[in-house]
T-cell receptor
Framework: QKEVEQNSGPLSVPEGAIASLNCTYSDRGSQSFFWYRQYSGKSPELIMSIYSNGDKEDGRFTAQLNKASQYVSLLIRDSQPSDSATYLCAVKILNAGNMLTFGGGTRLMVKP | KAGVTQTPRYLIKTRGQQVTLSCSPISGHRSVSWYQQTPGQGLQFLFEYFSETQRNKGNFPGRFSGRQFSNSRSEMNVSTLELGDSALYLC???????????FGQGTRLTVV
């Protein structure tokens, strides 16, 4: 079983809709959670970080964390075609320095 | 503020050769991590350096090695290259401890 799981997609949403991306993790020592966006042929770009249970909003993006359920999600409101990319969920485990464990990524397609 | 700089951007090497990749972190960042990204395995952690010391190591053979200099710049080396080493190699820079990581543009290595 992979430590960080994501649905590979593609997740297709119409322009202007809310895109919901999900991630589950297996290590209960996980303490920091990150969402990266990766365009084809480019490197990952950090878009959100979340450290405590609840919601964290930044512009059109909202990250949600539920440590009891070992679940983290990313909501993108008013999705734009430029949001079409692969979204990577990453987790840091306590006392593991800056080592990130990544999920396989979810490919999002926003259709005009 | 300059981002993470990786050189070279592209490399083509022959099986059996060795290669050295370079990473200059964001100014003031002391932690540098290296990752390998392939279509089949996704993003996998190679190692992390902090203050010139390797702090964590992923599950890769000893052919993969790295080091960090006093100015926080880091290099990774792969010896006796194999076809399966063809990948995008990414460097991530963090301020210190458990903080957000920012990726460089990556080095695309092709082994023929």
């Amino acid at each position: 079983q992979k430590e960080v799981e994501q649905n590979s997609g593609p997740l297709s949403v119409p322009e202007g809709a809310i895109a919901s991306l999900n991630c589950t993790y297996s290590d209960r020592g996980s303490q920091s959670f990150f969402w990266y966006r990766q365009y084809s042929g480019k490197s990952p770009e950090l878009i959100m970080s979340i450290y405590s249970n609840g919601d964290k909003e930044d512009g059109r993006f909202t990250a949600q964390l539920n440590k009891a359920s070992q679940y983290v999600s990313l909501l993108i409101r008013d999705s734009q075609p430029s949001d079409s990319a692969t979204y990577l969920c990453a987790v840091k485990i306590l006392n593991a320095g800056n080592m990130l464990t990544f999920g396989g990524g979810t490919r999002l397609m926003v259709k005009p | 503020k300059a981002g993470v700089t990786q050189t070279p951007r592209y490399l083509i090497k022959t099986r059996g050769q060795q290669v050295t990749l370079s990473c200059s972190p964001i100014s003031g960042h002391r932690s540098v991590s290296w990752y390998q990204q392939t279509p089949g395995q996704g993003l996998q952690f190679l190692f992390e350096y902090f203050s010139e010391t390797q702090r964590n190591k992923g599950n890769f053979p000893g052919r993969f090695s790295g080091r960090q200099f006093s100015n926080s710049r880091s290099e990774m080396n792969v010896s006796t290259l194999e076809l399966g080493d063809s990948a995008l190699y990414l460097c991530a820079s963090s301020l210190w401890g458990d903080t957000e990581a920012f990726f460089g543009q990556g080095t695309r290595l092709t082994v023929v």
